[in-house]
């Protein structure tokens, strides 16, 4: 790959608790090329949120970066003044979030907002052209009637309407890259694929890159180029999209989509993941994932080492010891209780 | 045949919402004429999205909120307005929520307690039994909610929905806020007390690929009116109905990779305050014709126990769902349809 747009490299992130800093995001890399979406899958509390946080300067009182490097377009940011951020922010990185209603201000209008974000980056633009372009991106993202729909407040809008308004106006400064935090979470099945229709449209013709984080991985399968499997604080597995469906290298990524149950197969019985996610204040030594882990039953290397990314295939990698054996056929794993 | 565990018939809900001007009130179909009937030992999975009148069918049956018309049988019994204790015990609820439905300042062992003390039922082995037989120890009946997990939240949820051995639970959305690898383990759970007591469940959810996993027989909700019932292999593995269809087309897989073969409907649900006249899915529907605006389909059999209410129902297996889609659908991702309007 050449240069990537953006590059992240071991990625610590700790947050202030009552017993000395957590390390909330833990030694985590990735990098997303010119016109690529990559998904980030993980369960809560994985750290997928917090480290695109950390990428775009918003990480909340009490957290700071301690590590790491963060790289857009070749020019570090993870300690880049302040304003350099704001001028990235909503320019040529945006976010979108999961909840368009807590996200737009309930007594502005829609156009309003919208504009805003144009004038933020460029702030001699004249009324009637901020006017026009807004309608502009409100069409483009498939809002019908944009020049009255712009007229109206947040909650005059449907729940696809509002994460549709939330597109827009990430894309109003043709943004190089679009980090998409659980966009359609809140959303039905049938808005949903209307949303992801729209998400990926805005790409294509933008020539953007977008970072897609999720925990439904039938949502990741479908749009995503490359995934990231994470798991406490780090990446347990990472891949081109086809490869890692195909021969999932980590035990944590063969459980997750063991236990989805399909429409296509009929279960006895789900084959869950025993126990929980550890407390990020008090991970298991060695491989955070070893007490829940079907491989990793009694092998001493499991609670001793911390395993790294290694590469399994083409772009693909695990951090497993046994990362072979994970591809290949699982052992039957005792049924969780 | 034993009776049903639960039946409810013709089952409708008004909610009287105030008019924007202030002046007046008008009235919203939440529910419409809803009937099903769940054998004991079985599952009904509902369907639907959010909206639809799914939760406030749910809320119906277990008593919370009073039906405007219609019937709710528990064991071939009517169940009065005014329910009695016992028809108040058989019929209990988990909500979607395990953050926000147990009380933070109780103890464990103190919130499945507490039905067995309002009833005069309680005594603590009781409740250690419970804990055990939803795959808690006894012990953590000491420790507040706050100490647990979501997945065991659930449990204890759960675990209090059975204190008062019921025969029907009515699961709204259950495991719909856990993790899949904890969902999985609910999901088991709930399988495995159904065979060892026998519970129907009502299970309200808009996840299809854990609904079809749970349930015998699936009902499909839209606008307040179930628009397809029957077996799940018929419902979910050739639906009839043109929003099954769609539905089940737009569901992310992990195993089926290939967007093209998706329905996309137009447009977002209707305000329920003005449902459409005739058939309510008229105005997102692929199929629509004149005859949709003016004769309500009713839910008529397609095959046995397989029910849809569409005048051009067709049940059509669900790999083959692509090829119902309008023609003039775009094939390619990037030129989505909003570029020509």
């Given at each position: ?337 | 045949?034993r009776a049903p565990a639960l039946e409810v ?28 009937a769940i054998p004991p030992g079985r599952t009904l ?16 049956i ?10 709710i049988r528990l064991g071939g019994e ?12 058989g019929i ?74 019921p025969q029907v639970l ?24 159904q065979?060892?007591?026998g519970l129907s469940y009502l ?139």
């Amino acid at each position: 790959m050449s240069e990537a747009l953006l590059s992240v490299r071991d990625l610590v992130v700790e947050f202030d608790g009552p017993r000395g800093p957590v390390r909330v995001v833990d030694g985590v890399s990735f990098d997303v090329g010119a016109g690529e979406v990559l998904g980030i899958v993980g369960e809560s509390g994985s750290g997928k949120s917090v480290s695109l946080l950390a990428v775009m300067g918003l990480l909340p009182a009490g957290a700071r970066i301690a590590g790491g490097e963060i790289r857009f377009d070749g020019q570090r940011i993870d300690n880049a003044p302040e304003a350099t951020l704001r001028a990235l922010r909503g320019g040529a990185v945006s976010m979108i979030f999961q909840d368009p209603m807590t996200s737009l201000n309930p007594v502005l209008r829609i156009g309003t907002q919208i504009g805003e974000a144009i004038r933020l980056h460029a702030p001699r633009t004249p009324k009637p052209e901020v006017r026009e372009r807004v309608e502009a991106l409100l069409a483009s993202v498939g809002v019908p009637d944009p020049a009255s729909r712009a007229r109206q407040f947040p909650h005059e809008f449907s729940g696809g309407m509002r994460q549709r308004a939330m597109i827009a106006m990430a894309i109003a400064n043709g943004p190089r890259l679009l980090i998409a935090d659980e966009p359609t979470t809140a959303l039905d099945v049938t808005i949903q694929a209307q949303v992801m229709d729209v998400l990926e449209g805005v790409c294509a013709r933008n020539h953007a890159s977008m970072i897609l984080v999720t925990h439904d991985l039938g949502l990741v399968a479908e749009t995503a180029d490359r995934i990231a499997v994470m798991y406490s604080g780090r990446v347990a597995e990472t891949g081109p999209t086809d490869a890692l469906f195909a021969r999932p290298s980590h035990p944590y990524t063969r459980g997750l989509l063991d236990s989805l149950p399909t429409l296509d197969a009929d279960h006895d019985e789900l084959r869950s993941i025993p126990g929980q996610p550890p407390d990020m204040a008090a991970r298991p030594p060695g491989c955070a994932f070893h007490p829940r882990c079907a491989l990793g039953q009694g092998r001493p290397a499991c609670s001793r080492e911390r395993p790294d990314l290694r590469t399994v295939g083409t772009g693909h990698a695990a951090a497993c010891h046994y990362a072979e054996e994970a591809a290949g056929d699982a052992p039957p794993r005792e049924a969780a209780q | 045949m034993r009776a049903p565990a639960l039946e409810v018939a013709g089952l409708s809900k008004e909610f009287h919402v105030r008019k924007p001007s202030g002046w007046g009130r008008r009235a919203l179909r939440a529910v419409d004429d809803v009937s099903f009937a769940i054998p004991p030992g079985r599952t009904l999975g509902l369907v639907g999205e959010s909206g639809c009148g799914k939760s406030t069918l749910g809320r119906m049956i277990v008593g919370l909120i009073p039906p405007t018309g219609g019937k709710i049988r528990l064991g071939g019994e009517t169940v009065r307005a005014n329910r009695s204790a016992a028809e108040r015990r058989g019929i209990q609820m988990v909500f979607q929520d395990p953050y926000a439905s147990l009380d933070p300042r109780m103890t464990i062992h103190d919130v499945v307690a507490e039905p067995l003390r309002i009833n005069g039922l309680y005594s603590a082995g009781k409740v250690d039994r419970l804990l055990t037989q939803v795959g808690l120890s006894p012990e953590a009946g000491q420790r507040r909610p706050a100490q647990f997990s979501g997945g065991q939240r659930q449990r204890v949820a759960i675990a209090r929905a059975l204190a008062l051995d019921p025969q029907v639970l009515i699961l709204d959305e259950a495991v719909s806020a856990l993790d899949v690898s904890i969902q999985a383990q609910i999901v088991n759970l709930l399988r495995r007390l159904q065979r060892d007591l026998g519970l129907s469940y009502l299970f309200i959810s808009h996840d299809l690929s854990v609904v079809r996993h749970i349930s015998h027989e699936v009902a499909v909700m839209y606008l307040g009116r179930i628009v397809e019932s029957g077996p799940r292999e018929a419902v979910l593995g050739a639906p009839g109905h043109p929003y099954t269809q769609a539905l089940l087309s737009a569901v992310p897989s992990v195993h089926r990779r290939d967007r093209s073969r998706r329905i996309v409907l137009e447009g977002d649900l209707p305000n329920p305050l003005d449902r459409p006249s005739a058939c309510v899915f008229r105005g997102r529907c692929f199929k629509a014709a004149p005859r949709c605006a003016n004769e309500t389909p009713a839910l008529a059999a397609l095959d046995g126990h397989h029910r849809a209410a569409c005048h051009f129902a067709e049940p059509t297996p669900r790999e083959r769902l692509a090829t119902l889609a309008p023609a003039d659908r775009p094939q390619e991702k990037t030129a989505s349809k909003e570029d020509h309007t």
